[in-house]
């Protein structure tokens, strides 16, 4: 399993960035996704996921200003960031999950860098 993120990179403050994450080694259309990020010194935080039904669900920080979408047919996940903060600086990691009766399968990204600054 392989989930590969990109996309990352330095924008300046209420710049936009869009980060996609490809998963290859599973049924990605049974799996919910999701964008999680980590600044330094920071925990991970849950940024915003998508269900495998298309639900979507965001953090209060970013509501009205990220987007999260799915393409089921190429496998990828995508996160449309817009008027971008330098509270948004942080390393993204892509997840993918998928729950059964008695578990779930969880697999994480290797995560992509987004700096906001001028």
């Known amino acids: 399993v392989q989930l590969q993120a990109s996309g990352g990179g330095l924008v300046q403050p209420g710049g936009s960035l869009r980060i996609s994450c490809a998963a290859s080694g599973i049924t990605f259309s049974r799996y919910n996704m999701g964008w999680y990020r980590q600044a330094p010194g920071n925990q991970r935080e849950l940024v915003a996921s998508?269900?495998?039904?298309?639900?979507?669900n965001y953090a209060e920080a970013v509501k009205g200003r990220f987007t999260i979408s799915r393409d089921n047919a190429k496998s990828t996940v995508f996160l449309q960031m817009n008027s971008l903060k330098p509270e948004d600086t942080a390393v993204y990691y892509c997840?993918?999950?998928?729950?059964?009766?008695?578990?779930?399968?969880?697999?994480w990204g290797q995560g992509t860098l987004v700096t906001v600054s001028s």
């Open positions: 998508i269900a495998s039904g298309g639900i979507t």
């Open positions: 997840n993918a999950e998928w729950v059964v009766t008695d578990g779930k399968y969880a697999y």
